[in-house]
């Protein structure tokens, strides 16, 4: 989803002028934090 909002933000910016900001991932420094509970196969 990320990949999709950059790429439709910069076409827009392209057409008329640097108008949106481009979004960036934002990871947490804590490594239990960036775990996504049920697909790494820890419960």
Do not use: S
């Not at 909002?5 to 057409?15: G, P, S």
């Amino acid at each position: 989803m990320l990949e999709q909002c950059r790429e439709i933000v910069e076409k827009f910016n392209r057409i008329y002028g640097d108008t949106l900001v481009l979004p960036r991932a934002m990871i947490p420094e804590n490594e239990m934090q960036r775990r996504l509970p049920g697909v790494d196969g820890k419960a």
